[in-house]
C-alpha cells in the first residue's frame, strides 16, 4: 500500500505549548520522510524531513522522531506561536526524484 | 533562485470549456510535478516529467487532462471538456535529484473553479 496516514485532523495549541502531530505508513520502501508547511492559498513548503535511518532529527523548534520498527513518525513544534497556525502535511516517498504520498493533513490552531 | 511559479493563479471557468495551466520550475531543476489538492485534503500526484519525458501518470489523470514540457523547461497541463469535479488548487513541484535532494519545492498553485 502507499496510504500515508494523519492524525489528528484539527488541534488547537496554546502559545507556547507543544503541537505533536503523527503519521503512519504501510510501505517499508518508503526512503524519505518531509512534512510540510501551508498556509491559506499558498502552496506547500517544506519544514523539516528525515530519513529512516535516523530516529529523531531537530531543526530549532521543530522535531520529527522517526519509528521505524511501528512505522510511525511524528512532527514535535516546541514553543508554539500564532504564527505556526497552520495546516501541516506528512509525506513519503520510496524512489528518489519520485512521487511524494502525502497525509491528510493537520490544520493547527495556536491560541494567543 | 525565483522560486517555482505558477500561472494563472486563479481562474473560473463554466463546465464543459477547456483550460490550460502553466508551470514554470526552479532553474535547472529537471523533475517537474504536478499535484492536485481538494479542500481539506492533502496534494494528489498527477503526473511528472524528467526533462521532457512524462515518466509516470496517476489513474487521477483521466484522458480529459494531457501535460506537456516541451523543451524540458516550463510545463502545461490541459484540461479538456471541464466538470465541477475538476475544482480543485493544481499545484506544480519541482526538484533536482542529481544533487542528491529529494525535496520537491512547490509553487503557489492555480486554483480552478468550474461553475
Known amino acids: 500500500q502507499q496510504q500515508v496516514k494523519q492524525s489528528p485532523q484539527s488541534l488547537i495549541v496554546q502559545k507556547g505549548g507543544i503541537s505533536i502531530i503523527n503519521c503512519a505508513y504501510e510501505?517499508?520502501?518508503?526512503?524519505?520522510f518531509p512534512w510540510y508547511q501551508q498556509f491559506p492559498g499558498k502552496g506547500p513548503a517544506l519544514l523539516i524531513a528525515?530519513?529512516?535511518?535516523?530516529s529523531e532529527k531537530k531543526e530549532g523548534r521543530f522535531t520529527i522522531s522517526f519509528n521505524k520498527s511501528a512505522k510511525q513518525f511524528s512532527l514535535h513544534i516546541m514553543d508554539s506561536q500564532p504564527g505556526d497556525s497552520a495546516t501541516y502535511f506528512c509525506?513519503?516517498?520510496?524512489?528518489?526524484?519520485?512521487?511524494?504520498?502525502f497525509g491528510q493533513g493537520t490544520e493547527l490552531s495556536v491560541k494567543p | 533562485d525565483t522560486g517555482v511559479s505558477q500561472d494563472p493563479r486563479h481562474k473560473i471557468t463554466k463546465r464543459g470549456q477547456n483550460v490550460t495551466f502553466r508551470c514554470d520550475p526552479i532553474?535547472?531543476?529537471?523533475?517537474l510535478y504536478w499535484y492536485r489538492q481538494t479542500l481539506g485534503q492533502g496534494p494528489e500526484f498527477l503526473t511528472y516529467?524528467?526533462?521532457?519525458?512524462?515518466?509516470?501518470k496517476s489513474r487521477l489523470l483521466s484522458d480529459r487532462f494531457s501535460a506537456e514540457r516541451p523543451k524540458g523547461s516550463f510545463s502545461t497541463l490541459e484540461i479538456q471538456r471541464t466538470e465541477q469535479g475538476d475544482s480543485a488548487m493544481y499545484l506544480c513541484?519541482?526538484?533536482?535529484?542529481?544533487?542528491?535532494?529529494?525535496?520537491?519545492?512547490f509553487g503557489p498553485g492555480t486554483r480552478l473553479t468550474v461553475l
Open positions: 510501505n517499508t520502501a518508503f526512503d524519505y
Open positions: 516529467f524528467q526533462n521532457e519525458a512524462q515518466l509516470e
Open positions: 528525515i530519513r529512516p535511518d535516523v
Open positions: 509525506a513519503a516517498l520510496y524512489n528518489q526524484g519520485g512521487k511524494l504520498i
Open positions: 513541484a519541482s526538484t533536482y535529484p542529481d544533487s542528491g535532494t529529494d525535496t520537491q519545492y
Open positions: 532553474s535547472e531543476h529537471n523533475r
